[in-house]
């Protein structure tokens, strides 16, 4: 909490975020009831103005049509009535997760008799700045909600008329359900002059979370003195040991590349150990060609792709580095696991990698040497996801160090207090 | 591990960030019974050439009595062959810690037969800024050993002989135990772009902690792009309930205000029930006498002064957001319990926060609503400290809400990945 003075004149984005840190001091001590009551409210609210919400979307779509957007992003824009039932269905799973606040994380009695307990308690105030889903704004709203923040959300102008339709449905059921409706803002204005105002209200806005691309990302990791979460950037690795079965480290490449492209725990690069590449690469190749894969290859695949009916081109140094997010791959072949490991540790950025092994003491070595959010043994890096990894919901993946690391679910939504209980203890 | 593009030519700064994360690659696997040799063979090291350590700190002390600083900053500045051997008992101390490495936070079977583990890994690179006090030198290396992190150590420039010889002799000590010795750093340099540039030494370093003033506080966490932990700052409150035990109110204030009055859980602000004044007041004031307190008063508490020896100053606004670490309190009267939580909310730094009172309802609803780093009841602000709590060494407090809150112990230096085994899972 660190101190903020309030100008005389406060701008929009401010206004908002002062509301936001008076609402999050009325949702840190609500019990799990009462937030799972107002969650509840929203999903039927969302329901009984499905309509209301599919007509402002509708203005957007035809904004972005118009615009000439690509029809991916179009579609990913669309509400219809039906996904609109699936934002409201995953509000209602929201409220049946379990409250993190108040958990007791550490709990003992000291040698002097004083109880210690550390317990979690929300954050305060989250900021979310994401790109043009609006699924989102009611995704994020519902986790704050639940643990006991108050959120601003910075949508895409794209999506503007769809989340403010959004966020008015929110706010509305919140009051009639007794919670603040502060706790829930569309932050105002379309300009990126909103994003920065966001990014200097420290003492205001506790944490800010940027979703969508890496540009968007790393200006706010370089510009905010709010404290960031850095989510997303995912060039994922899949290394295929010595010892690795075949067939297993097929299925394992293919879906962790196939399975879906657009996503940051899809895999990006290949790397092969030389003892395999013989009797792995073939195989690898063809049910690449057959996924649709184009294979960015460094020399040693490219000779063995002669033979094979892969689509190939001449990989350069750009390759290593570069997160496709499309049916193209990078691929090499490395003379050991510490190879594997030092190439990772230069291109990778440290979001999900996965090796492919029979040898125990392989698996164990990549493991302890990897340093990403994830490392996978034998199981394709789609499986770095909050709802794959049980958490009901997953609001980012932070492929950071600080607080969070991988999937966050609702306990990364949180900080904690110590409550130390004595009897007029004094040293 | 965000990438990062190395110039043909570094500067020093960044020469030593690099070696750093080299080195953390080197100390992450590195099992428990060999960093605690290390530690081991780091005492020694200490205790063998006090001598040549004493001789480099009397060449700072000297030229800080030369600069006429003040008798107490050189007390801290200043070595003697005992106190040398007290940071080597405390490099022992740190040994016989648990490691935090290795530990499983989480660990789950998921349902598709997935075996899922949290655990914990060394953050990599840690900073640490500090100021004149060069046992912090030993003391932050010793604790970014045991949790596997490389550190780089940027104290004062009164205390650059004192830091220089220490770390010689703990390298020369991790070298001899196989270890890299630029796990542990002094940065180059004694100007304040040396600073500068660890605070954009982005993907190379992973944490900065800055220790000391305000005012440095304030610049790391407004400039760095290296995630920052905020510590230190503390405008503790003692809150005496319309509901207290006017001996134990006495006691837990004057420890609170007059045991050590420089360090950050001291308090600062005494805020009293208006039921409880006419009783607590006198007693408070004539004690806060007897300890040489000057009380800053309000206008009712100025009014109770009259009868009693206090010396009492009016405060002004200023008063209220003050971090004395003098023998002065602020003191106001409120009206009820949510007024002083309405009082610490607004000028707190979210450091620690203690109400008196023997009501159980009053207890909870103080320690509910006040959002600081620690709330006391019925115990000193004092307490909080990780020795206190337990931990058995602290690197700092963190006044922020990210990754770490309050006292930091070794769990604190470190992050976490997760560790998904399969037999060939794919999605």
Chains 1, 2 share one sequence.
């Not at 895409?156 to 769809?162: I, L, P, W």
């Not at 962790?256 to 092969?272: M, P, Q």
């Amino acid at each position: 909490m660190t101190q903020h003075r309030v100008p005389a004149e406060l701008s929009p984005v401010l206004t908002a975020a002062t509301r936001a840190h008076e609402a999050a001091a009325g949702l840190a001590p609500l019990p799990r009831a009462a937030k799972d009551a107002a969650l509840l409210a929203v999903a039927d609210a969302l329901l009984a103005r499905t309509q209301e919400i599919v007509e402002a979307n509708a203005r957007d779509v035809e904004r972005a049509r118009t615009a000439g957007t690509a029809e991916s992003v179009v579609d990913r824009l669309t509400l219809t009535p039906e996904r609109v039932r699936a934002i409201a269905s995953d509000v209602r799973d929201v409220a049946a997760l379990p409250d993190p606040v108040g958990e007791v994380v550490r709990g003992s009695t000291l040698p002097n008799g004083i109880d210690l307990r550390q317990v979690r308690v929300p954050l305060g105030v989250v900021g979310i700045i994401y790109e043009a889903r609006p699924n989102v704004t009611v995704d994020a709203a519902a986790l704050c909600l639940k643990s006991g923040n108050a959120v601003l959300l910075r949508g895409s102008s794209s999506a503007y008329a769809s989340n403010t339709a959004l966020v008015g449905v929110v706010r509305d059921a919140l009051e009639e359900a007794g919670l603040p409706a502060d706790a829930v803002q569309l932050v105002p204005g379309e300009s990126r002059d909103s994003v920065r105002e966001l990014m200097r209200a420290r003492g205001l806005v506790d944490v800010l979370i940027p979703r969508g691309g890496a540009s968007l990302i790393r200006t706010v990791v370089e510009e905010s003195t709010v404290p960031v979460i850095e989510t997303g950037t995912g060039n994922c690795h899949v290394y295929v040991d010595a010892a690795a079965d075949i067939d297993t480290a097929v299925d394992v490449l293919i879906n962790s590349k196939a399975h879906r492209v657009s996503v940051c725990n899809a895999a990006e690069t290949l790397l092969v150990h030389r003892d395999i590449a013989d009797a792995f690469l073939p195989r690898a190749l063809d049910a690449l060609a057959d996924a649709g894969v184009t294979v960015h290859a460094d020399a040693t695949v490219l000779a063995h792709a002669e033979s094979s009916k892969a689509t190939v081109v001449p990989a350069d140094e750009s390759d290593w580095e570069t997160e496709y997010l499309s049916y193209d791959i990078a691929a090499a072949v490395v003379d050991s696991l510490d190879d594997a490991v030092a190439h990772i540790r230069r291109w990778s950025s440290g979001h999900t990698e996965a090796i492919v092994t029979t040898s125990q003491g392989a698996a164990r070595r990549f493991t302890q040497l990897v340093d990403s959010t994830t490392v996978t043994v034998n199981a394709s890096t789609r499986f770095t996801d909050g709802g794959q990894f049980g958490f009901g919901a997953e609001i980012g993946i932070s492929t950071q160090k600080l607080h969070a690391r991988g999937p966050m679910g609702l306990p990364e939504l949180t900080s904690t207090k110590y409550i130390v209980t004595g009897d007029g203890h004094i040293r």
